[in-house]
């Protein structure tokens, strides 16, 4: 009994500090740096100093850090999840890790406290991952509103360097004529940046594809460093791209539509099937039951 009301002072004391960690990251105003060029140089070494500010001789949050970051080699994974997502301002490798260790703890702790019962503990890996199926939901929202617009982007920029432009200019013109910008035209203008500081256009584009992991965006790249290399015309590559493109996604959707019919078998057999045999067998069934009780 006394280990178990331990477990539950632990819990209770861990889960706020871990709420207050969540608060004071989420309120602490993010600072930003009104200098253009040094916003610049910023930018291309941020993936470098991400987990610059981890001290493994601080305070126990940094120990705690410096533990899943470099001990557990969770760098690689939180630097990848946090550029996926399109590497928010407000929302850094180190919150990502912070997160997951507060899901870890407050739910569980949340638990025991309610239930007194030691069996949450259990489940801290699973709340552990918690966090990661819901980044990787709006990773894949993300890839799609990309995928969405990126056809009309080829065929827009094969019209443009058809009339004499360089892709680059003709990825600019784009970006500044959208009245809104998408994912899409965030990314490229991302990419015309590193540009503009200093990288080569072969590795602004690599990237550009690295940052979005879309294999139809990796094979758009590929596309145009081939062109570079071997002087080929751009102008039909992309086109041809894009036609092909547009066929691989009405495959797709036809694809889908004719998977509809087999998924719906599943809600089919769990919700409706029980449903009906109970409406028509649920009479019979009394009507035997009650001439049964009546003999």
Known sequence: MDITRLLILSAGVVSTIGVFVLLQRLFTPVQKDENSISSLVKYKSKETSAFASVNPNGSIIDKIDYFFVFTLNKKASLEKTHMLLGSPENKTPLGILHEKIIFALVFPGIGIAL???????????????????????????????????????????????????????????????????????????????????????????????????????????????????????????????????????????EKLAAQASTKMLIPLFIFIFPTVFILMLGPMVMDLLSGSLSM
């Open 115 to 253: 239930t007194r019962s030691p069996f949450f503990i259990l489940l801290v890996p699973l709340f552990f991952f918690i966090p990661d199926a819901l980044n990787n939901a709006k990773i894949r929202a993300r890839q799609n509103e990309i995928l969405g617009n990126f056809a009309t982007f080829v065929d827009l920029s094969a019209l443009i360097i058809e009339s004499g432009l360089d892709y680059i200019t003709a990825f600019d013109r784009i970006v500044r004529l959208a009245d809104k910008k998408t994912q899409l035209e965030f990314e490229i203008e991302k990419t015309l940046n590193e540009v503009q500081l200093g990288y080569s256009r072969r590795e602004a584009l690599e990237r550009f594809a690295s940052r979005t992991d879309i294999q139809e965006l990796r094979s758009f790249v590929g596309l145009i460093i081939q062109s570079d290399e071997l002087g080929t015309s751009l102008v039909e590559l992309l086109r041809n791209f894009s036609s092909d493109m547009r066929f691989r996604r009405l495959t797709r959707a």
